[in-house]
Nanobody
Framework: QVQLVESGGGLVQAGGSLRLSCAAS????????MGWFRQAPGKEREFVGA????????YYEDSLKGRFAISRDSAKNTVYLQIDSLEPEDTAVYYC???????????????WGQGTQVTVSS
């Protein structure tokens, strides 16, 4: 069973940057995929992007390309979400999630972290 723990959220001014971390523990399969989602107040959880466990392949939601970057540190079993040029509209709880296949839907991910709050002030 894989467990995921996010960290790195906080309060930041518009235009700033943040790097969120997701540490994974437990057994992962060779085709394990780590995704990032976010959920703003009153809105549905939305897909941000995903990375293969090997770190060789990434995929992003089209509307978020350019300011978001996902990477992985294999030695630390940790996946990162770098967010640049933050906007107030990026305010949300950010979740990492694990799946055994590529997908961008919430139901396709079996394991979820607890979430980390990102608040962007204008």
């Amino acid at each position: 069973q894989v467990q995921l723990v996010e960290s790195g959220g906080g309060l930041v001014q518009a235009g700033g940057s943040l790097r969120l971390s997701c540490a994974a523990s437990g057994r992962t399969s060779n085709n394990f995929v780590m995704g990032w989602f976010r959920q703003a107040p009153g809105k549905e959880r939305e897909f941000v992007g995903a990375i293969s466990w090997s770190g060789t392949r990434t995929y992003y939601e089209d509307s978020l390309k350019g300011r978001f970057a996902i990477s992985r540190d294999s030695a630390k079993n940790t996946v990162y979400l770098q967010i640049d040029s933050l906007e107030p509209e990026d305010t949300a709880v950010y979740y990492c999630a694990g799946s055994n296949r590529w997908g961008r839907q919430v139901y396709e991910y079996q394991t979820w972290g607890q979430g980390t709050q990102v608040t962007v002030s204008s």
